[in-house]
């Protein structure tokens, strides 16, 4: 391809060319198809082939009678003349205008394509008469009264060569299909006032949520007796009713129902109209679940007026195009739509969230280019290409919890474009009815798109209302023809009944709960609420998947994005649900585990033999401790075929998740293939596709052994780490050898931690809380607090917080001390926590009774008094420093203990000695979970599965344990010469410690037995702070 100097003078070549015609008459201004010619040329330059529909589609140019004809009925939309596109799917938008236009001034011009732009989440759109260009930013929402001139760059054909490098980066297809434009646009117009920057599915799921409500409302006031109390059935009529409504409208805009049929409705009562249109014409044509006869819905009594604001906003001067919104952007729409509930209190209607979204304040829309790669990866291997059409539909996909439908639509253009292809490839056969050979390209019918709904495509969801719009997402791909509307009566568009039976492989249930849970808990039975909620789901009955089970044994793959939320948040509004799920999947014992978890574990046996499960999934589960049970299970089960993970967490729109896509094989691979993508969320879509399949080009991927792995936490990001590691897990864990235990934890920080002023000889100190400066309270009403200040390798233990301690420790026992005797003991301490009790009550839960109110209302590790090994639980590298101080404890929030079997000088100082070495401090930050500003959480579940040669301490005897134990007493009592030393005796002492710290990390690696090309691998990456300048920073 082109470089872009010769891009540039190609295009200097075709200004020329233009400029002579024009200045010879020989431009016939009149006709669009010259316009088009010269575009044409225009876009060969920038390296699109505009005879390839698969790159540009170029729309029908229509006379000016019929243009005149869609002005009459209110339409003043004209599809563009040219779309960008990779595959089927539409980037872009160029709309080519007579010369008559004037394209500077024109608004409607500018409105029209800014809309359709926007319509499909473009960056921007084009309009040009090749005489003129405007680039139209498309990132906010479009106004018809808007200025031609706003959010747009504009250039007369003399400007185009001074301005190349903006017309480059806005047309070379390689720059569009990098995600270039996506970034230019990322942050455009934030400033300007009156501006909404959002995209169309946030936009329109709010516009049908205040709907939603008013329509409720009425419902409501007019049909008691239908309704009945019953919020459920409610929400069930509302949301058929949107459906039909929203369908109805795309079917106008794809030309097979009249436009502007609702507005017509609107003449003579819409709803009248429209119930009986459901009942006869829609219900004749259609049929479907869509189209489903509803009998309680035809005898609803709802107002015309509540239809009104949302019939304005189906029709210009909406901004929404419907003729190119594509489908999976409705089922965002509806994702994010359907995250609220209907709520009914004293007949009043409001919405809420529901609990799967609470914490992540609402539903967002997964990426159109983030399903189809993970569609296409899970699918690879199947050869669904080169199998021929028996293999395809014989192939069943479950997407078991399916939302709106985002992945099974994805799945439809997927698995069409691979009959499309097979067909190209041996043309006729025994399916050939369900094609249809266009001037283009072969397309499916009609009967060919239902026949690959029903044959391979599934899904199923616990939300009556979710499954509805999946149906109808499904639905709207059978008539979604648009670009082929000269064929419509072939692919059988006008017949009778064409969405018979579509969507009914959709079913209806809570994937993860059989009904064995009505024998495991029957009360459940008498409990209507949660037994409806519940709402259980037999995979093997004969109305759901039985068949699938008899003759294939399972599912050949599942996909999707199951919900993130804790299990643990479902044991109030689903209790049922959450004891079930504990008790059923060995991997959700941990009620901290998400949603995935259970729902990779039940992907496990609704598989066939060699099925295979992709899902987006969080990775928190790779590292944390409540991930042990699915790492083991995956484990055992030889499951993990390939991870893609995403080191941007902003894939999701306003959301911040670290995800990656999960690739499990039940065919047990011998390989497991592993790559990070690092790319900006704009450049992410380019990333992905320039990242073959693993199958079709391995070099692109790290490659593990399956035994590289196991219960213990995952770290994928070093392979060589990773590898090392493995080997050196045979020496044992820490975990096995020593225990990482947690500091205690006060009523409230903010009233008992104490910064220390001073402390005098009446045993009484003076300190600051964050209630009071210069309280005065007894020494032995408190204890010192070490916390995570000033932290360093073998720092010294003393600390300048104490906490109030109301509690005696004796014989190992943890001893309540009541207020009064409290009081008694310690006055002054006891008239400090009085003057606030009040405060301290307001702000933290307490105990109720008048003796124990202050104590703490959780007690852990109290009678933890002997000498121990301190850690930070938050630094750039571990730390490990040794106190003796029987009387010390730890914060709970952010300093860690280690408790030895033997609490000798020796053991003691050689584990410190080991937790600071460049060894550890790798191995711990590979596996800890990253924080901003270089720091990690090494959290007891990151600590303890480490390696550690657990057999040289329970040796005893080992002389290199020994010397580990002697240098980091040597480094301990030279850095306390440090600080109190004149900066020339300290550079002295700086050289002597560093080459303590070199020698204690010859004397690590010796312990861990590494050869020289071992202890290389953490020599190159090192410590993250230098031992000796962390000192210099704390002078």
Same mark, same amino acid.
């Not at 010769?6 to 002579?20: A, D, G, P, V, W």
């Not at 539903?363 to 690879?380: C, E």
């Not at 050939?432 to 050979?437: E, H, N, W």
């Not at 007891?940 to 040289?952: G, N, S, T, V, Y």
């Given at each position: 391809?082109?470089?872009?100097?010769?891009?540039?003078?190609?295009?200097?070549?075709?200004?020329?060319?233009?400029?002579?015609?024009?200045?010879?008459?020989?431009?016939?201004?009149?006709?669009?198809?010259?316009?088009?010619?010269?575009?044409?040329?225009?876009?060969?330059?920038?390296?699109?082939?505009?005879?390839?529909?698969?790159?540009?589609?170029?729309?029908?140019?229509?006379?000016?009678?019929?243009?005149?004809?869609?002005?009459?009925?209110?339409?003043? $939309?004209?599809?563009?003349?040219?779309?960008?596109?990779?595959?089927?799917?539409?980037?872009?938008?160029?709309?080519? *205008?007579?010369?008559?236009?004037?394209?500077?001034?024109?608004?409607?011009?500018?409105?029209?394509?800014?809309?359709?732009?926007?319509?499909?989440?473009?960056?921007?759109?084009?309009?040009?008469?090749?005489?003129?260009?405007?680039?139209?930013?498309?990132?906010?929402?479009?106004?018809?009264?808007?200025?031609?001139?706003?959010?747009?760059?504009?250039?007369?054909?003399?400007?185009?060569?001074?301005?190349?490098?903006?017309?480059?980066?806005?047309?070379?297809?390689?720059?569009?299909?990098?995600?270039?434009?996506?970034?230019?646009?990322?942050?455009?117009?934030?400033?300007?006032?009156?501006?909404?920057?959002?995209?169309?599915?946030?936009?329109?799921?709010?516009?049908?949520?205040?709907?939603?409500?008013?329509?409720?409302?009425?419902?409501?006031?007019?049909?008691?007796?239908?309704?009945?109390?019953?919020?459920?059935?409610?929400?069930?009529?509302?949301?058929?009713?949107?459906?039909?409504?929203?369908?109805?409208?795309?079917?106008?805009?794809?030309?097979?129902?009249?436009e502007g049929l609702l507005l017509e409705f609107k003449k003579t009562g819409f709803w009248q109209a429209f119930t009986a249109s459901s009942y006869s014409n829609f219900h004749e044509h259609y049929d479907?679940p869509l189209f489903e006869k509803i009998r309680e819905l035809q005898k609803l009594s709802i107002s015309d007026d509540v239809f009104r604001p949302l019939l304005e906003y189906l029709y210009y001067p909406?901004?929404?195009?419907?003729?190119?919104?594509?489908?999976?952007?409705?089922?965002?729409?509806?994702?994010?739509?359907?995250?609220?509930?209907?709520?009914?209190?004293?007949?009043?209607?409001?919405?809420?969230?529901?609990?799967?979204?609470?914490?992540?304040?609402?539903?967002?829309?997964?990426?159109?280019?983030?399903?189809?790669?993970?569609?296409?990866?899970?699918?690879?291997?199947?050869?669904?290409?080169?199998?021929?059409?028996?293999?395809?539909?014989?192939?069943?996909?479950?997407?078991?919890?399916?939302?709106?439908?985002?992945?099974?639509?994805?799945?439809?253009?997927?698995?069409? $474009?691979?009959?499309?292809?097979?067909?190209?490839?041996?043309?006729?056969?025994?399916?050939?009815? &369900?094609?249809?050979?266009?001037?283009?390209?072969?397309?499916?019918?009609?009967?060919?798109?239902?026949?690959?709904?029903?044959?391979?495509?599934?899904?199923?969801?616990?939300?009556?209302?979710?499954?509805?719009?999946?149906?109808?997402?499904?639905?709207?791909?059978?008539?979604?023809?648009?670009?082929?509307?000269?064929?419509?009566r072939q692919i059988g568009m006008f017949g009778k009944k064409i969405l018979k039976e579509v969507g009914l492989n959709v079913k209806c249930g809570n994937s993860l709960v059989s009904e064995d849970i009505?024998?495991?808990?029957?009360?459940?039975?008498?409990?209507?609420?949660?037994?409806?909620?519940?709402?259980?789901?037999?995979?093997?009955?004969?109305?759901?998947?039985?068949?699938?089970?008899?003759?294939?044994?399972?599912?050949?793959?599942?996909?999707?994005?199951?919900?993130?939320?804790?299990?643990?948040?479902?044991?109030?509004?689903?209790?049922?649900?959450?004891?079930?799920?504990?008790?059923?999947?060995?991997?959700?014992?941990?009620?901290?585990?998400?949603?995935?978890?259970?729902?990779?574990?039940?992907?496990?046996? &609704?598989?066939?033999?060699?099925?295979?499960?992709?899902?987006?999934?969080?990775?928190?589960?790779?590292?944390?401790?409540?991930?042990?049970?699915?790492?083991?299970?995956?484990? *055992?089960?030889?499951?993990?075929?390939?991870?893609?993970?995403?080191?941007?967490?902003?894939?999701?729109?306003?959301?911040?998740?670290?995800?990656?896509?999960?690739?499990?094989?039940?065919?047990?691979?011998?390989?497991?293939?592993?790559?990070?993508?690092?790319?900006?969320?704009?450049?992410?879509?380019?990333?992905?596709?320039?990242?073959?399949?693993?199958?079709?080009?391995?070099?692109?991927?790290?490659?593990?052994?399956?035994?590289?792995?196991?219960?213990?936490?995952?770290?994928?990001?070093?392979?060589?780490?990773?590898?090392?590691?493995?080997?050196?897990? *045979?020496?044992?864990?820490?975990?096995?050898?020593?225990?990482?235990?947690?500091?205690?934890?006060?009523?409230?920080?903010? $009233?008992?931690?104490?910064?220390?002023?001073?402390?005098?000889?009446?045993?009484?100190?003076?300190?600051?809380?964050?209630?009071?400066?210069?309280?005065?309270?007894?020494?032995?009403?408190?204890?010192?607090?070490?916390?995570?200040?000033?932290?360093?390798?073998?720092?010294?233990?003393?600390?300048?917080?104490?906490?109030?301690?109301?509690?005696?420790?004796?014989?190992?026992?943890?001893?309540?001390?009541?207020?009064?005797?409290?009081?008694?003991?310690?006055?002054?301490?006891?008239?400090?926590?009085?003057?606030?009790?009040?405060?301290?009550?307001?702000?933290?839960?307490?105990?109720?009774?008048?003796?124990?109110?202050?104590?703490?209302?959780?007690?852990?590790?109290?009678?933890?008094?002997?000498?121990?090994?301190?850690?930070?639980?938050?630094?750039?590298?571990?730390?490990?420093?040794?106190?003796?101080?029987?009387?010390?404890?730890?914060?709970?929030?952010?300093?860690?203990?280690? *408790?030895?079997?033997?609490?000798?000088?020796?053991?003691?100082?050689?584990?410190?000695?080991? &937790?600071?070495?460049?060894?550890?401090?790798?191995?711990?930050?590979?596996?800890?979970?990253?924080?901003?500003?270089?720091?990690?959480?090494?959290?007891?579940?990151?600590?303890?599965?480490?390696?550690?040669?657990?057999?040289?301490?329970?040796?005893?005897?080992?002389?290199?344990?020994?010397?580990?134990?002697?240098?980091?007493?040597?480094?301990?009592?030279?850095?306390? &010469?440090?600080?109190?030393?004149?900066?020339?005796?300290?550079?002295?002492?700086?050289?002597?410690?560093?080459?303590?710290?070199?020698?204690?990390?010859?004397?690590?690696?010796?312990?861990?037995?590494?050869?020289?090309?071992?202890?290389?691998?953490?020599?190159?990456?090192?410590?993250?702070?230098?031992?000796?300048?962390?000192?210099?920073?704390?002078?």
């Open positions: 391809m082109a470089g872009s100097i010769e891009r540039k003078e190609q295009l200097s070549r075709l200004i020329t060319k233009f400029n002579e015609f024009k200045k010879d008459n020989r431009l016939d201004t009149s006709s669009e198809q010259t316009i088009r010619s010269w575009l044409d040329r225009f876009l060969l330059i920038f390296g699109w082939d505009v005879k390839d529909t698969s790159q540009i589609l170029q729309g029908k140019i229509l006379s000016k009678e019929e243009r005149t004809r869609l002005r009459a009925i209110g339409s003043y $939309a004209e599809f563009p003349d040219y779309s960008f596109k990779r595959g089927n799917e539409k980037l872009l938008f160029l709309d080519a *205008k007579d010369i008559d236009v004037n394209i500077r001034t024109d608004k409607a011009a500018a409105f029209q394509i800014k809309s359709y732009g926007w319509s499909i989440s473009a960056p921007c759109s084009f309009t040009s008469n090749f005489e003129e260009l405007a680039i139209y930013d498309c990132t906010y929402i479009p106004n018809k009264d808007q200025e031609p001139n706003f959010g747009r760059i504009y250039f007369t054909v003399d400007q185009y060569l001074d301005n190349f490098e903006i017309i480059d980066n806005h047309f070379f297809k390689d720059n569009i299909y990098s995600g270039i434009l996506n970034e230019l646009y990322s942050d455009t117009l934030k400033a300007v006032p009156g501006i909404v920057r959002t995209t169309p599915d946030l936009n329109f799921a709010q516009q049908l949520s205040n709907f939603r409500l008013k329509l409720a409302a009425d419902i409501i006031k007019n049909n008691e007796e239908i309704i009945n109390d019953d919020t459920e059935f409610l929400a069930y009529l509302v949301q058929v009713i949107i459906n039909r409504i929203i369908f109805i409208r795309v079917c106008e805009a794809r030309k097979i129902e009249k479907g909406s901004p929404y195009r419907f003729d190119v919104i594509p489908t999976k952007l409705l089922s965002d729409i509806y994702e994010i739509f359907l995250s609220k509930k209907l709520v009914v209190k004293n007949k009043k209607v409001t919405d809420e969230l529901k609990l799967e979204y609470l914490k992540t304040n609402g539903a967002v829309s997964t990426p159109k280019y983030i399903v189809h790669d993970l569609i296409a990866r899970t699918l690879y291997s199947k050869a669904l290409d080169s199998e021929g059409f028996e293999k395809v539909f014989a192939t069943k996909i479950l997407d078991y919890a399916c939302g709106s439908g985002t992945f099974l639509v994805e799945l439809f253009d997927y698995l069409e $474009a691979v009959l499309v292809k097979i067909f190209q490839k041996i043309g006729n056969s025994n399916f050939s009815r &369900l094609f249809l050979k266009t001037d283009s390209q072969p397309i499916l019918t009609l009967e060919g798109k239902r026949f690959l709904i029903e044959k391979c495509i599934y899904g199923v969801d616990i939300d009556p209302e979710a499954v509805e719009v999946a149906r109808m997402s499904l639905c709207l791909k059978v008539i979604d023809s648009y670009e082929f509307q000269e064929n419509y009505l024998k495991k808990y029957p009360e459940i039975k008498d409990d209507h609420e949660q037994l409806f909620k519940t709402n259980t789901f037999q995979w093997e009955s004969p109305d759901n998947f039985k068949k699938i089970f008899d003759e294939s044994k399972g599912f050949d793959a599942i996909i999707g994005n199951p919900p993130y939320v804790e299990v643990k948040n479902y044991n109030v509004e689903f209790p049922y649900t959450h004891k079930y799920m504990k008790q059923a999947y060995v991997t959700a014992t941990n009620g901290k585990v998400d949603m995935a978890i259970p729902f990779i574990e039940r992907a496990y046996s &609704l598989l066939n033999s060699s099925g295979k499960l992709g899902l987006i999934v969080q990775k928190r589960f790779f590292k944390t401790d409540y991930g042990k049970g699915i790492r083991e299970f995956i484990v *055992k089960h030889s499951l993990l075929s390939q991870i893609i993970d995403f080191r941007t967490n902003e894939i999701f729109k306003g959301r911040s998740t670290y995800v990656c896509f999960l690739i499990l094989d039940k065919s047990k691979p011998s390989k497991i293939y592993y790559q990070e993508i690092d790319a900006k969320p704009q450049r992410l879509e380019s990333a992905l596709l320039s990242l073959k399949p693993a199958e079709k080009c391995p070099s692109g991927f790290v490659e593990f052994p399956k035994t590289a792995l196991t219960k213990n936490p995952w770290n994928f990001e070093d392979p060589e780490l990773l590898t090392l590691k493995t080997e050196l897990l *045979k020496l044992g864990t820490f975990g096995e050898k020593l225990c990482v235990k947690v500091g205690i934890q006060a009523l409230w920080d903010q $009233a008992y931690h104490i910064k220390v002023k001073k402390i005098f000889k009446d045993k009484t100190l003076i300190g600051d809380t964050h209630l009071e400066s210069d309280i005065r309270i007894e020494v032995e009403a408190c204890r010192p607090l070490l916390c995570n200040e000033k932290f360093y390798p073998l720092r010294n233990d003393s600390t300048e917080t104490y906490v109030i301690f109301p509690y005696d420790v004796q014989s190992k026992k943890n001893i309540p001390i009541k207020f009064d005797e409290f009081c008694s003991r310690f006055y002054r301490a006891g008239q400090y926590l009085k003057k606030y009790k009040r405060i301290i009550q307001k702000n933290v839960e307490t105990f109720s009774d008048d003796q124990e109110w202050h104590l703490y209302t959780r007690v852990q590790n109290h009678i933890e008094t002997y000498p121990k090994v301190l850690i930070p639980m938050t630094s750039n590298d571990t730390y490990g420093s040794v106190t003796k101080n029987p009387h010390l404890y730890c914060d709970n929030a952010n300093v860690y203990f280690i *408790k030895l079997p033997i609490a000798s000088d020796k053991y003691l100082y050689a584990v410190a000695g080991v &937790l600071n070495s460049t060894l550890f401090s790798v191995f711990a930050r590979a596996n800890a979970n990253p924080q901003r500003g270089g720091y990690y959480k090494f959290n007891k579940q990151f600590i303890e599965p480490m390696p550690f040669p657990k057999d040289a301490f329970d040796a005893g005897q080992n002389k290199i344990m020994t010397q580990i134990s002697d240098i980091s007493k040597a480094i301990e009592e030279k850095q306390c &010469l440090y600080f109190s030393s004149s900066p020339k005796k300290r550079i002295q002492l700086a050289k002597i410690s560093r080459e303590l710290w070199q020698n204690l990390d010859e004397n690590v690696y010796q312990l861990y037995g590494l050869s020289k090309t071992q202890k290389r691998v953490f020599e190159t990456r090192g410590r993250k702070i230098d031992r000796i300048e962390v000192l210099e920073g704390l002078i």
